[in-house]
């Protein structure tokens, strides 16, 4: 959640540096500060809270300088104090740093063996005193970042700053996102575009492993094996910012198309090469996790179906009893709750009124901890919550919930692994599900392709008042959750079953007038599956299978079979779900309903 900014330039970077942190406060922090060079030193100020009062601090002792580097800090390691906040100094070094290092402590050990001395209980300081060793080795500041980082396992997004080289700034970047805004004799770094959109709209995306010598005349970048590099340069308009649709029809076709993005943006920071990194839920994680015996997950609507998709993770992967419920049917209800239970609450705006109840009856019953999965830092579920992983969406505009509904299943697979480690996962597994999710981005790319064709498959739903959706295990609650997207936005009455109780009951309504809308990967109850399916079309129901290419589904006259990519078994309820929402996108259009705002509906529920 931290927010780098920096700057080189011929003028006074101060406010520049300040206004970046302003406009990064969405993500979500607990403290703030800046260092700028100032007459052959570094000048630190850094406070504890709002970016307000760093600001405040500025004007009480004013300071200028034409190179600085900023930060807004949310903690990993080490609580929310003034000497943990950033930058960091390591004499005539200062960095400011996102993501996590974990091999810190044996890092730690070694640097203060050779005489360093720390004085916070960051992560982040280690990496300052092993540039400040190089730099006293070799006087050239990249090559101390380059073999400092080099010692570094984990995530990081760096911009460093040294006195020996005023006009100068180092960035640096691996699994945390960083760019440079190009300027006219100035340029700068932030960990988003937004940071820097007062300033500049052009921009430099910096590539895995990249590493960039930047003043204000020049910027040169190097590639992770040492090679100079040339990445493009980009031109943003206001079409690129998420507050307006661009070239989209709706917001949620828009907000359906951002879903690679705001995965690998969810992803960001919290994967190291075969592991997922646990501080990212906050700095009393691993002593939390360690404790759990069962999870309680509250929810309501789009985030319900999260939780129950989650559930068959928690029991399958982590071996760990996991309840799931409505959070509106919990709090009035006297409930039983197990010895050290995390209570994991999931909700979009994090000002879901029941959810928020549900929350507040969980602690006064006595709970481990509380986990809040959030779009919204800052939000009461947040606050009120005792660890919180933000989903990293960014602004979903479209009331039918899309991009914040995958990006919670991936939050919630890191929360899997995490407490599955303990549980049995081996260091072979987990390595294999952090590079499957490393792969997700480019299968949600690869489903998106099929628009075109999901297109044309939504106009057999123009004239129906009534759809059933089917899946079985883990799909289930993709079925649940595709029914949502289409009664929601084209006012169509869909239902969801598991598909092995099509027998009791839902069997009855099938005939050439209702759609049966199928999930089919090529899992364990695939067979199972392609049985229900018979009973159906045995009845004359009209089937549309979105299948996996190894299922073996063939399309006829009254089955029509949409192939989607090979997909790894956790990750299909993910990838699965989004043909479902361009299904019932496309046939909110063609009905000519409100996308956007459809009727009854509000955005965040915050009235019981």
Known sequence: MCGIVGAVAQRNVVGILVEGLRRLEYRGYDSA?????????????????KVVNLENSIEQQPTSSYTGIAHTRWATHGKP?????????SENIAIVHNGIIENHDELRAELKSQGYVFKS??????????????????????SAVKESIALCDGAYALGVICTENPNTMIAARKGSPLVIGVGIEENFIASDQLALRQVTDKFIYLEEGDLATITPEAINIIDQDGNPAQRETVQLTDSEQSASRGEYRHYMLKEIYEQPSVIKQTLQGRLGKTRVLEECFGISAHAIFDQVKHVQILACGTSYHAALVTKYWMEAIANLSCSVEIAS????????????????????????????????????????????????????????????LMTEAGPEIGVASTKAFTTQLVALQLLTIVLARRHGLSPADEEKMVNELQSLPQL??????????????????????HALFLGRGMQYPIALEGALKLKEIS???????????????????????????AVAPNDDLLDKLKSNLEEVQARGGQLFVFADTDANFTSTEDCVVIDLPKVPNNLSPIVFTLPLQLLSYHVAVLKGTDVDQPRNLAKSVTVE
């Open 33 to 49: 500060g800046i260092a700028v060079l100032e007459n052959n030193t570094i000048e630190i100020r850094k406070e504890v809270g």
């Open 81 to 89: 104090t003034q000497q943990n906040a950033h930058p960091h100094l």
């Open 121 to 142: 209980e960051t992560d982040t300081e280690v990496v300052t005193h092993l540039i400040h060793r190089f730099f006293k080795q070799s006087q050239d500041l990249l």
């Open 329 to 388: 049917e919990f709090r009035y209800r006297k409930v039983f709750m197990p010895e050290n239970t995390l209570v994991v609450t999931i909700s979009q705006s994090g000002e879901t009124a029941d959810t928020l109840a549900a929350l507040q009856k969980a602690k006064q019953l006595g709970i481990l901890a509380a986990l809040a999965i959030c779009n919204v830092p800052n939000s009461a579920l947040v606050r009120e919550s005792d660890l919180s």
């Open 444 to 465: 949600c790319e690869a489903v998106l392709q099929l628009d075109d064709v999901i297109a044309k498959t939504s106009e057999a739903f123009i004239e129906k008042h």
């Open 491 to 517: 006012y169509i009455h869909a239902e969801a079953y598991p598909a092995g109780e099509l027998k009791h009951g839902p069997l009855a309504l099938v005939d050439s007038d209702m759609p049966i809308i």
